[in-house]
């Protein structure tokens, strides 16, 4: 990690403080743009300015002037692995008062942060954390969810998420679950946790069932994936097997996807299997039709509904939309180029055609 200028940490400072450039250099007694300048390294502030800079910041000079903050993952997993030493040998304590050092000595470093907050997680897990660690975690996450790097924040985020959840403090559980990506995939795993601990059953079994229906998808997604690299490389095998797959995944699961049909067609129709083909294309139809027929019968995901959502270009759809799209994806006439003298294939054409003409 590259080392932070001085003039990224006092931007990096100023906006922990929730200050402005103006409010800063009003402070100081001095013009904004100066302020500017020192944050984009362009000049640096006089040497008597410095401590009345570090009591504005609310830091000390100590580590406003510190230019070995940042840590390399190798040298905080040393630090890690000594914390552990002597945890084991010393106590929890013990452990602590190590952990507090090397804050003293690098209190910017959020690779360092993180391992500590990583440890007193599981402390927290195991039902031993003090109060007082109980409080230090926290701090530690509230810092680190202000991070700039995303990875970073979103990862603090999720920690701080569980943290409240265990503790029950459930309304800023929510709150911080609300601020990570839609798509995220262990925000989703809290969310579906929180709505259970808060004993909201129903809402925890759609979510768990609509999480588990977008894993799925991105599961065929995946497999389509690789029957097209087999297609690219002549492996036959694979491509039908792949294909197979997909089918039984759909057809055990119950859910209106089609995938499967679709990819067992394009194998028929690379194999010269034309009956074989427009039967696939028979069943894709007849299971684009009757979708909401497929989904109510499911085990896994009959309790969603229309609340169901598939995952389209990289958004969640409706139902509905996702037929539409499907449909019209069918009907490029590259699907049926070599079906286009089957009565079973032109008979399924004629009905989606029906079901759009609707």
Same mark, same amino acid.
């Given at each position: ?38 944050? #984009? &390294? ?46 084991? #040998?010393?106590?929890? &304590? ?13 209190? $910017? ?11 007193? #997680? ?52 929510? #709150?911080?679950?609300?601020t990570l990506p839609e798509f995220d995939f262990n925000a989703r795993h809290l969310k579906a946790l929180l709505l259970y601990v808060q004993k909201d059953y129903e809402s925890a079994r759609k979510e768990c069932e609509q999480f588990l229906f977008e894993c799925v998808q991105n599961a065929l997604i995946c497999l389509s994936r690789m029957a097209g690299i087999a297609v690219a490389t002549g492996d036959k095998e694979k491509e039908r097997t792949y294909a197979e797959m997909m089918c039984r995944m759909e057809q055990e699961l119950g859910i209106p996807f089609y995938r499967g049909a679709t ?39 009959? &309790? ?32 049926? !180029?070599?079906? !286009?003298? $089957? ?16």
């Amino acid at each position: 990690m590259a080392v932070e200028s001085f003039g990224k940490r006092i931007c990096r400072l100023r906006k922990q403080a929730n200050m402005t450039q103006r409010e800063l250099a009003n402070l100081l007694g001095i013009s904004e743009p100066a302020v500017c300048k020192w944050e #984009t &390294d362009s000049s640096m502030p006089d040497i008597m300015l410095l401590a009345p800079l570090a009591r504005a910041l609310h830091t000390d000079l100590n580590t406003l002037l510190s230019y070995e903050e940042q840590l390399s993952p190798e040298q905080v997993k040393a630090f890690g692995d000594t914390a552990e030493e002597i945890g084991q #040998t010393e106590g929890a &304590d013990a452990e602590m008062l190590y952990w507090k050092e090397k804050f003293r000595e690098y209190p $910017n470093s959020e690779l360092l942060t993180m391992a500590c907050a990583k440890w007193l #997680t599981k402390l927290q897990v195991q039902g031993t954390a003090t109060g007082e660690q109980m409080q230090i975690l926290e701090e530690l996450l509230v810092k680190l969810c202000k991070s700039e790097e995303a990875e970073m924040k979103f990862e603090a985020k999720r920690y701080l998420a569980s943290f409240y959840i265990t503790g029950q403090r459930f309304e800023e559980a929510e #709150t911080i679950l609300s601020t990570l990506p839609e798509f995220d995939f262990n925000a989703r795993h809290l969310k579906a946790l929180l709505l259970y601990v808060q004993k909201d059953y129903e809402s925890a079994r759609k979510e768990c069932e609509q999480f588990l229906f977008e894993c799925v998808q991105n599961a065929l997604i995946c497999l389509s994936r690789m029957a097209g690299i087999a297609v690219a490389t002549g492996d036959k095998e694979k491509e039908r097997t792949y294909a197979e797959m997909m089918c039984r995944m759909e057809q055990e699961l119950g859910i209106p996807f089609y995938r499967g049909a679709t990819q067992m067609m394009e194998y028929c129709l690379h194999s010269g299997e034309e009956e074989e083909a427009a039967k696939c294309f028979e069943a894709y139809v007849e299971n684009v039709l009757h979708a909401e027929d497929v989904l109510r019968d499911s085990v896994f995901f009959g &309790d969603l509904g229309e609340d169901i959502r598939f995952i389209s270009n990289g958004a969640l759809v409706s139902l509905e939309e996702f037929r539409e799209e499907l449909v019209r994806v069918m009907q490029n006439p590259r699907y049926m !180029r070599k079906l !286009r003298g $089957n009565e079973k294939a032109k008979e399924s054409m004629e009905k989606l055609k029906l079901y759009m003409g609707k």
